[in-house]
C-alpha cells in the first residue's frame, strides 16, 4: 500500500464520520488562511474534480498532453483526437496540441437521460483568440455568473462552449451551469465528497483515470460498494498498468468482493492481483496499450 496508509486508516476506522470531520477541517483551515490544494496538486485529476458537481456519478480524466507527446501512446490519444469535441475545438483555438488534459463528467441525470457528459478541457488558452472564433463562427452570447456561454448557431452540430479560468467546458448549458457553480466554489465539487476524497487520494497518478459513484448505471455492482476507480500508467513500450481501488461501506463486504473483483478484472486483464485493507480493495493487473485503446471512447 501507498505511503497515505496512516491516514486513510484513520478515516476508514469511522468512515462515516468523514464528512462532519472534513467540514470542520476546513473551517479551522479557513479560520487560519492555511489553503488545502497544495495537498492534491501533484495529482492533476483531483484538481478537474473541482470542476465536476459533487453529484457526479462517473469522472473520466484524461492526461492529454502526456498521451501525445509519447508515440507508444498515441493509439490512446487518437481517441481524443478524433472525437467530436476535438474536432470543435480545432475551430476555436490555435493548435489542439495547447491541451493539457481533460476530464468526462457525467451526471446521474445524464446518465439516466443517456446524454453526453460535459468536458472540460484545461490548456493555455487564449481567451481573446477563442472568443474571436465563437464571434466569427456565428455562436450566440448568454453570460451566467459572469461567465460567458456561448451556443452554436445556424445548424453548426456543436454544444455549448464556456470559457472559465483557462478551463474549457463542453456540454449542454444546464450542466455547464452547474459546473461553473462548482468551479466558483457556489457549490459542493466532486472532490468534496469524503468518499470519493478518500478514494482519489488513494489512486495514483496516471494518463486514464476512471472515478464511479456507485448507481444503477455502475459497471461493476457488489454489495455494499460505494465508489470505484481506476488508473493507468505506462510500465513498457506496449504495456500499461491498472491500478484498481474499491472503497466499500464496511470491511466484511470488502472481504466478501475479494474474489468477485479478481474474477471479474481478469476477463481483461493479466497478472490480477488483489488485496484487502479494511473496507478498501486495491487491485493490480496489466493490459496491452493496443487492447486498452480499443475499449476507449472519449
Given at each position: 500500500?501507498?505511503?497515505?496508509?496512516?491516514?486513510l486508516?484513520?478515516?476508514?476506522?469511522?468512515?462515516?464520520?468523514i464528512?462532519?470531520?472534513?467540514?470542520l477541517?476546513?473551517s479551522m483551515l479557513?479560520?487560519?488562511?492555511?489553503?488545502?490544494?497544495?495537498?492534491?496538486?501533484?495529482?492533476?485529476f483531483?484538481?478537474?474534480?473541482?470542476?465536476?458537481?459533487?453529484?457526479?456519478?462517473?469522472?473520466?480524466y484524461?492526461?492529454?498532453?502526456?498521451?501525445?507527446?509519447?508515440?507508444?501512446?498515441?493509439?490512446?490519444?487518437?481517441?481524443?483526437?478524433?472525437?467530436?469535441d476535438?474536432?470543435?475545438l480545432e475551430?476555436?483555438?490555435?493548435?489542439?496540441a495547447?491541451v493539457k488534459?481533460?476530464?468526462?463528467?457525467?451526471?446521474?441525470?445524464?446518465?439516466?437521460m443517456?446524454?453526453?457528459?460535459?468536458?472540460v478541457?484545461?490548456?493555455?488558452?487564449?481567451?481573446?483568440?477563442?472568443?474571436g472564433?465563437?464571434?466569427?463562427?456565428?455562436?450566440?452570447?448568454?453570460?451566467?455568473?459572469?461567465?460567458?456561454?456561448?451556443?452554436?448557431?445556424?445548424?453548426?452540430?456543436y454544444?455549448?462552449?464556456?470559457?472559465?479560468?483557462?478551463?474549457?467546458?463542453?456540454?449542454?448549458?444546464?450542466?455547464?451551469?452547474?459546473?461553473?457553480?462548482t468551479?466558483?466554489?457556489?457549490?459542493?465539487?466532486?472532490?468534496?465528497?469524503?468518499?470519493?476524497?478518500?478514494?482519489?487520494?488513494?489512486?495514483?497518478?496516471?494518463?486514464?483515470?476512471d472515478v464511479?459513484?456507485?448507481s444503477?448505471?455502475s459497471t461493476?455492482?457488489?454489495?455494499e460498494?460505494v465508489a470505484?476507480?481506476?488508473?493507468?500508467?505506462?510500465?513498457?513500450?506496449?504495456l500499461?498498468?491498472?491500478t484498481?481501488?474499491?472503497?466499500?461501506?464496511?470491511?466484511?463486504?470488502?472481504?466478501t468482493?475479494l474474489e468477485?473483483?479478481?474474477e471479474?478484472?481478469?476477463?481483461g486483464?493479466?497478472?490480477?492481483?488483489?488485496?484487502?485493507?479494511?473496507?478498501l480493495v486495491?487491485?493490480?493487473?496489466k493490459?496491452?496499450?493496443?487492447d486498452?485503446?480499443?475499449?476507449?471512447?472519449?
Amino acid at each position: 500500500m501507498c505511503s497515505s496508509n496512516c491516514s486513510l486508516s484513520r478515516f476508514k476506522t469511522a468512515l462515516r464520520l468523514i464528512a462532519a470531520a472534513a467540514i470542520l477541517v476546513t473551517s479551522m483551515l479557513a479560520v487560519t488562511g492555511v489553503s488545502t490544494a497544495c495537498s492534491k496538486k501533484t495529482k492533476s485529476f483531483a484538481i478537474l474534480m473541482d470542476v465536476a458537481p459533487e453529484q457526479t456519478s462517473h469522472f473520466a480524466y484524461w492526461a492529454i498532453a502526456d498521451l501525445n507527446e509519447d508515440e507508444d501512446l498515441w493509439p490512446i490519444y487518437d481517441g481524443f483526437k478524433n472525437s467530436s469535441d476535438a474536432r470543435q475545438l480545432e475551430e476555436l483555438v490555435e493548435v489542439l496540441a495547447i491541451v493539457k488534459d481533460s476530464a468526462r463528467i457525467l451526471g446521474s441525470d445524464n446518465a439516466a437521460m443517456l446524454e453526453s457528459p460535459v468536458t472540460v478541457l484545461r490548456g493555455k488558452f487564449d481567451t481573446k483568440y477563442v472568443e474571436g472564433r465563437l464571434e466569427t463562427l456565428e455562436y450566440s452570447r448568454s453570460a451566467y455568473k459572469n461567465v460567458d456561454i456561448w451556443i452554436a448557431g445556424n445548424g453548426q452540430p456543436y454544444r455549448p462552449v464556456a470559457v472559465l479560468s483557462g478551463n474549457m467546458l463542453i456540454g449542454n448549458v444546464s450542466e455547464l451551469k452547474l459546473c461553473i457553480d462548482t468551479a466558483k466554489n457556489k457549490a459542493d465539487s466532486f472532490y468534496d465528497n469524503p468518499y470519493i476524497r478518500v478514494l482519489a487520494d488513494e489512486l495514483p497518478k496516471g494518463i486514464v483515470v476512471d472515478v464511479h459513484r456507485t448507481s444503477a448505471f455502475s459497471t461493476e455492482s457488489y454489495a455494499e460498494l460505494v465508489a470505484y476507480g481506476k488508473s493507468y500508467s505506462k510500465v513498457k513500450s506496449d504495456l500499461l498498468k491498472v491500478t484498481a481501488v474499491y472503497l466499500f461501506g464496511d470491511g466484511q463486504a470488502a472481504g466478501t468482493a475479494l474474489e468477485p473483483i479478481k474474477e471479474n478484472l481478469s476477463v481483461g486483464f493479466q497478472n490480477v492481483k488483489v488485496d484487502r485493507d479494511d473496507n478498501l480493495v486495491v487491485a493490480t493487473g496489466k493490459i496491452s496499450i493496443a487492447d486498452f485503446a480499443q475499449s476507449l471512447e472519449f
